[in-house]
């Protein structure tokens, strides 16, 4: 049995466990990529897909890296030395480390983004024809100055609140934000559904059509089951590693997936009716927030002016709020292997996730458009590490803590981290082993060949 040292600091209770570590996997993958996702692939099928995905492969996927960091109780980087050994797998936690921090950093590019459209709909600059938003959105991108400054806002909003610690700062911060969350989405999706012709796209999202369902469907639902519920990055390990030993993991898998999967229908039910309501498909992919959904909320809700402006505050203040959810967990993974294996203080821990934050971020903003030539082949450093994250470390990260919970780590540490030591009674054990040995590795490496092409 593990042993937590005794100057690390547990969640204070169950709600601020599943808050926080919710609000790790809610953020732009569930508002943003998920609605545009489903436009792409065809809707009510898409979604059932991935809901299977969830529930067959996400939840075991998350309880395998809870299993690596309550077990171990300390960063991500000597979690899986502490289970692993002096042996390959230890580069896992490592590679987690360095992927966080390469997504807080161009995270915090995109909800730098958010905060100025969330100033802009505020002060009424946000009305125009599409021409005038679209040239709004490649003025501002093309800013150096601007996006910069956004994005190392958001960076120091995200640092403050880590550097208070777990229980002050992040699970205080989760306990306050995801109602809030919560409630907005609920607001827009009540006035969005209340459109004329708004019909249309909840038939959209709710009624299947299975002919549209292709091998694509089933790897980009799976991909996006992973990316939403941040398997791979080491924020689930990490924030397992402050679970308390009563902390029942399969439960706590179990609520925090289904809170990842309503915000992510809620998402989908708060855009799909308004855009069908002016006859726009949202399946326009990364421009979706930034330039489709402005022209609609303001054709939408043409009828009622303060309506629009009232709804489009709201949405990019809920951007804002579901991307810095996020921003706190990547920041913590960074700030908790700082602080253990430098022996820092954690808010110097904290300073220096922050400093490597704000260089990926000036860079990625730069790159965007203010000054040519950041990045590789072609595409902007953002675009690049937006790609090398997504695409290939995450699935790399996620599919070798399967392969080391599943094979490598002792068979009884294991059950005994899923029971808690036999007090809780569980007899999907078994199952979970045959899943995480067997189904999540080959569907993992399904999602990373296909991105190749070669599947």
């Keep these: 049995m593990s042993v937590r040292r005794a100057d690390r600091t547990n ?271 949202p399946d326009s992919g990364p421009s979706l927030i930034f330039i489709t959904l402005p022209n609609v909320f303001q054709q939408a809700f043409s009828g009622i002016p303060c309506l629009g402006y009232i709804i489009s505050i709201f949405f990019y203040f809920l951007l804002a709020l579901a991307a810095l959810t996020s921003t706190l967990s990547m920041h913590e993974i960074g700030t908790a292997f700082y602080h253990e294996e430098l022996h820092l203080t954690r808010k110097r821990g904290a300073w220096i996730e922050t400093a490597c934050a704000c260089v990926i971020a000036v860079l990625c903003s730069l790159s965007v458009g203010a000054v040519e030539g950041i990045g590789f082949f072609g595409k902007s450093l953002l675009d690049c590490l937006d790609y090398l994250t997504a695409q290939l470390l995450l699935p790399v990260g996620s599919f070798l803590t399967c392969l080391l919970v599943g094979w490598y780590v002792p068979r009884h540490i294991v059950r005994n981290e899923f029971t808690n030591g036999g007090k809780i009674r569980n007899s999907t054990f078994k199952v979970f082993l045959f899943v995480v040995r067997f189904v999540c590795p080959i569907a993992i490496a399904a999602i990373f060949l296909h991105q190749f092409g070669m599947l």
């Excluded at 006035?191 to 299947?208: E, M, T, V, Y």
């Design 11 to 281: 969640f204070g209770s169950l709600l601020g466990i599943v808050l926080a570590t919710a609000g790790s996997a809610v953020g732009l993958g569930n508002v943003w990529r998920f609605p545009y996702m489903t436009g792409q692939d065809g809707g009510a099928a898409f979604i059932l897909i991935y809901l299977a995905c969830v529930v067959f492969l996400g939840i075991p996927g998350m309880v395998a890296e809870f299993i690596v960091g309550r077990h171990s109780a300390t960063n991500a980087a000597r979690a899986y030395r502490k289970l692993a050994g002096c042996t390959p797998w230890v580069i896992t936690g490592y590679l987690g480390i360095i992927t966080s921090t390469l997504i807080l950093g161009f995270y915090s590019v995109i909800a730098g983004w958010c905060l100025q459209y969330l100033y802009a709909s505020a002060s009424g600059q946000l009305q125009g024809d599409k021409d005038f938003i679209m040239s709004y959105f490649a003025d501002f991108s093309a800013n150096p100055i601007k996006p910069v400054l956004w994005a190392l806002a958001f960076v120091l909003i995200t640092h403050v609140i880590v550097a208070r610690g777990i229980r002050h700062g992040i699970e205080k911060a989760s306990k306050l934000m995801m109602p809030v969350l919560f409630i907005l989405l609920i607001v827009i999706v009540i006035a969005s559904c209340s459109l004329p012709g708004a019909f249309n796209g909840i038939q959209f999202l709710f009624k299947p059509d299975f002919t549209k369902i292709t091998s694509n469907v089933f790897l980009d639902a799976l991909g996006q089951a992973f990316f939403s519920l941040s398997l791979g990055t080491a924020c689930l390990c990490t924030y397992a590693s402050y679970f308390s030993r009563r902390t029942d993991l399969c439960g706590s898998a179990v609520q925090i997936a289904l809170i990842d999967v309503v915000i992510a229908v809620l998402a989908g039910m708060m855009i799909f009716p308004a855009a069908f309501s002016v006859g726009v498909n």
